[in-house]
């Protein structure tokens, strides 16, 4: 006991003198002789021999991220203050291993930043267990040196993340030379990011020194993406280990509101355990209230609501509690990537997963929502990012050479009618139009020496309007005249480009602000009626030309982007399916991250 009231002197003196920030020319000695005999050199806290064991661990360490060049910086200072002897190495350093006990909020396991053996010394300091031949001051630096470097690196992995998408893609490279070039990604993860750097870890040490509460507050994620991913990963937390009693498949049969079946109790414990059931349901009859909690969990899994139950339906509810987890592991890591480029006041996100497209405009605080089409498996929409810079109304077609050879030369051989049905036209090499029925087919199971070009307007593959923006895809974002495909859950259906369900709306939200004559140009090139009266006087002017082209004088941000989970305008949070197969690489490094 006397030894603690000796050492929580000695610390007072300590703590006083840092805060001071003079450089003690020699050890804190007590002058009380009556403590004189009870003081141990193991015992005199030395806050130089601090800082010179703390350099020693940094020069020991294997790691070279930006936090530990910052580190290095920092405490190559003679003069620099100790972080978690402010208060004794006490509230500072509890308050920091709450929130790293707790990052298993954020799908993280504690055991990545040490907590437990931060724990075990922060108990023995505090019960002044030491070990042979150790003194205070080398469990302190130890403590100082494992309370930064794990405040660093949970600062900085919640800010740009855990995982490099680069690399961990780049690892899969052998892999993904497995596959044909129509099956692989074009390049693995090519929209910039930015990574955690030795002036971002310094500043996070700024914070810390000003304020280590806040500098722990300001450390989490406020996207409210975010914030919804957390409330459901708690939401499932709180559901336990629960094991699902598998619902046998009822094949083509379909139930409806009282109808009696044996699986109806199996369906209403499995949705009352995860609450989309909100009251209990007795009884083998499917009920209103049943199919409207089955509805609840169609639309969180992006399907589509139905007055009745199927095998379909019961494949998704007889998913285990571990693949929603999972989703929202991999999703918490993606939400903390951020995008290198600015996006500005407007830009555009379309998430090919979830087959949505969200254009927002944060200087009047909406967002325009809209389903979309993707790239197939075979033809996959690559993520991207680019700037929408240009529309064109009414575009002819140039059919790719892909196309052509695997899908346009196989339809016309079984119908000759193929290219008069399709407004479409053959040119050889030199530009000259050729008949379609005097070219042996046959023969071109390479390259073709022919493009084929549709006709713009009605009918054409493209729509009424298509916009435009650089990328080594050929990839863009079009209208299309096959509207039957935005009433799939599964829309990946295209060669590679994104179908815009609202194709004129997308139109007048990247215009620089609201024109009500431009927009009735753009109605009229596509065939709708302008709405204003000088638009309706357009038509009428035998000077007028139709608007084939427009400029933005903007450029829009675009990022074509992959997550699995979405956030609706509404703040609806529903989960996507994984088409391309692009979380298995994802959650299998978050897992070896998790168990190290």
């Known amino acids: 006991m006397m030894k603690r009231i000796v050492l929580s002197f000695l610390i007072l003196l300590v703590v006083v003198s840092a805060c001071k920030e003079e450089k003690p020319k020699s050890p804190v000695v007590l002058s009380l002789s009556s403590f004189h005999e009870l003081v141990h050199p193991a015992y005199l806290i030395n806050p130089d021999s601090i800082r010179q064991y703390v350099r020693v661990n940094l020069s020991n360490a294997n790691d070279t991220m930006a936090w530990d060049s910052a580190m290095v910086s920092y405490y190559a200072a003679d003069s620099a203050a100790l972080f978690w002897m402010k208060d004794g190495v006490g509230q500072y350093a509890d308050s920091l291993l709450y929130w790293l006990e707790n990052s298993h909020r954020h799908g993280l396991n504690p055991a990545l930043f040490n907590v437990s053996g931060i724990r075990t010394d922060l108990e023995r300091f505090r019960s002044l267990q030491l070990h042979e031949d150790e003194t205070i001051n080398h469990l302190l630096a130890r403590l100082e040196y494992g309370l930064t470097s794990s405040y660093l690196f949970y600062t900085c992995g919640l800010k740009y993340g855990f995982i490099s998408p680069v690399q961990l893609l780049n690892n899969q490279e052998e892999d993904v030379k497995k596959k044909s070039d129509t099956e692989k990604q074009k390049e693995p993860y090519p929209i910039p990011l930015k990574e955690c750097s030795k002036e971002f870890a310094l500043e996070a040490l700024a914070s810390l020194r000003r304020n280590p509460f806040a500098a722990f507050r300001q450390a989490q994620p406020t996207s409210p993406f975010y914030l919804s991913m957390q409330k459901e990963l708690a939401r499932l937390d709180s559901v336990g280990e629960t094991e699902f009693e598998e619902i046998p498949l009822i094949g083509d049969t379909l139930l409806k509101v009282g109808e009696r079946h044996r699986i109806i109790p199996l369906i209403a414990g499995r949705l009352m355990q995860t609450g989309e059931l909100k009251q209990q349901v007795s009884g083998d009859t499917l009920t209103s209230v049943l199919l409207e ?301 998790n168990h190290k």
């Open 293 to 593: 909690a089955v509805n609840e969990f169609r639309l969180t899994n992006r399907l589509s609501t139905d007055n009745s139950i199927g095998t379909y339906t019961i494949r998704y509810l007889n998913r285990p509690l571990a693949y929603y987890k999972d989703h929202l592991l991999i999703n918490l890591e993606r939400a903390r990537w951020q995008y290198k480029s600015e996006k500005g006041s407007k830009y555009v996100i379309g998430n090919i997963a979830a087959f949505m497209l969200q254009a927002f405009n944060e200087e009047v605080d909406s967002i325009l929502e809209m389903r979309i089409c993707c790239g197939s498996v075979r033809n996959k929409t690559p993520l991207l990012y680019s700037k929408i810079y240009y529309m064109e109304l009414n575009p002819y077609w140039n059919v790719p050479q892909n196309i052509i050879r695997k899908e346009i030369i196989p339809s016309y051989r079984r119908d000759t009618t193929y290219f008069t049905r399709n407004r479409m036209k053959v040119y050889d090499k030199n530009g000259n139009r050729v008949n379609p029925h005097d070219i042996k087919w046959a023969k071109y199971t390479a390259g073709v020496p022919f493009t084929v070009k549709q006709d713009n307007k009605e009918g054409n593959s493209l729509g009424r309007i298509i916009f435009r923006f650089p990328n080594p895809y050929a990839v863009y974002l079009h209208d299309t005249p096959s509207r039957w495909a935005f009433n799939r859950s599964n829309r990946a259906v295209s060669h590679g480009c994104v179908r815009l369900e609202r194709a004129l709306d997308f139109a007048f939200f990247l215009l620089e602000k609201p024109d009500e004559l431009l927009e009735d140009r753009i109605r009229i090139a596509m065939d709708i009626a302008p709405k204003s009266d000088e638009g309706k006087k357009l038509n009428r002017s035998e000077a007028y030309r139709e608007l084939k082209h427009y400029s933005l004088k903007e450029a829009i941000p675009l990022f074509l982007d992959y997550q699995t989970m979405y956030l609706a305008a509404d703040g609806k949070l529903s989960y996507c399916e994984d088409i391309y197969k692009y979380d298995d690489p994802l959650l299998e490094a978050l897992n070896k991250l």
